[in-house]
Nanobody
């Protein structure tokens, strides 16, 4: 299994980026998928989560800090998940990781995730 995150870069505050996470070795439609991030000197934290298609119709969850600005989505044909980030702030600067889990549970809990991508760096300049 491999999760390949991409799309990071340098953007000005207020700008937008779209991150992608291409999966191989698993189908994103049958996994609960999530994005986490880790800012310099801080612990990794939950960002967004999308349930597999058969659980609550693929509903989503977001951290309060990104709610209304970020959108997680899934393209089953491309076997890829996305994170559309709008209204970026300097505090969004971090390495962003995608993750996948088969089990149900609290989206924010990192331990149960089975697979992690390598991360993509997002830098927001103020």
């Amino acid at each position: 299994v491999q999760l390949q995150a991409s799309g990071g870069g340098l953007v000005q505050a207020g700008g937008s980026l779209r991150l992608s996470c291409a999966a191989s070795g698993l189908y994103v439609s049958t996994y609960n998928m999530a994005w986490f991030r880790q800012a310099p000197g801080q612990e990794r934290e939950f960002v967004a989560h999308i349930r597999w298609s058969g659980w609550s119709g693929g509903s989503t969850d977001y951290a309060d800090s990104v709610k209304g600005r970020f959108t997680i989505s899934r393209d089953n044909a491309k076997n890829t998940i996305f994170l559309q980030m709008n209204g970026l702030k300097s505090e969004d600067t971090a390495v962003y990781y995608c993750a996948a889990r088969r089990t149900w549970g609290i989206p924010e809990a990192q331990g149960p995730y089975d697979y992690w991508g390598q991360g993509t760096l997002v830098t927001v300049s103020s």
